[in-house]
């Protein structure tokens, strides 16, 4: 079985400033990791997944996540935020070898940027 | 390609009724995955299909949740007997054998 904890429940930053969204894991067995977002009253949308290669992984909207295996960490990044990346963000992990496995979702990181 | 589609996006209901929902997937996909998401949660898996068979169920699915996928196409789940604790967004996902779940809107549930 495997558990996610997002550290940060909510992230205030202002706008333009660049911003951390923490997440460990933990498995007995190798995962692939996922991050999602959520935009208020809307489902999930990917936003950068790493299955396997670099370690550093870009996605859309100019996030970027990096794979710790020794930290168990997929932390996801972005230099400079907008008010539009105010939403839900959540890390998710689901077992290697099959992409189709279900997901096992963290509590979810509330970004919140200010003008 | 439309993406995943739910329906209905909101549903209301009083206690004790029962309630199902409709989920079609993206057309090529041969896996749909049922998740509840609770206010202020992540999604909590629930049930998958791959094709119509059902392979997995969450201890989260109770007896009065059931699902199906009758032709391998789109799924309905049903509650029975609803509680306010099954008060949640309903979210269904899709994926190839490999693939990335990709997620609906969501069908959010509201029980008196």
């Known amino acids: 079985a495997q558990s996610v904890t997002q550290l940060d429940s909510q992230v205030p930053v202002f706008e333009e400033a660049p911003v951390e969204l923490r997440c460990n894991y933990s498995s007995s067995v190798s995962v692939y990791l996922f991050w999602y977002v959520q935009y208020p009253n809307q489902g999930l949308q990917l936003l950068l997944k790493?299955?396997?290669?670099?370690?550093l992984v870009k996605g859309i909207n100019g996030f970027e996540a990096e794979f710790n295996k020794s930290q168990t960490s997929f932390h996801l990044r972005k230099p400079s935020v907008h008010i539009s990346d105010t939403a839900e963000y959540f890390c998710a992990v689901s077992e290697a070898g099959n992409a189709g496995n279900m997901l096992t979702f963290g509590g979810g990181t509330r970004l919140m940027v200010k003008p | 390609d439309t993406g995943v589609s739910q329906d209905p996006r909101h549903k209301i209901t009083k206690r004790g009724q029962n309630v199902t929902f409709r989920c079609d997937p993206i057309?090529?996909?041969?896996?749909l995955y049922w998740y509840r998401q609770t206010l202020g949660q992540g999604p909590e898996f629930l049930t998958y299909f791959q094709n119509e068979a059902q392979l997995e169920k969450s201890r989260l699915l109770s007896d009065r949740f059931s699902a199906e996928r009758p032709k391998g196409s789109f799924s309905t789940l049903e509650i029975q007997r609803t509680e306010q604790g099954d008060s949640a967004m309903y979210l269904c996902?899709?994926?190839?054998?490999?693939?990335?779940?990709?997620f609906g809107p969501g069908t959010r549930l509201t029980v008196l």
């Open positions: 790493y299955l396997s290669g670099s370690t």
């Open positions: 996902a899709s994926s190839s054998p490999v693939g990335t779940q990709f």
């Open positions: 057309s090529e996909h041969n896996r």
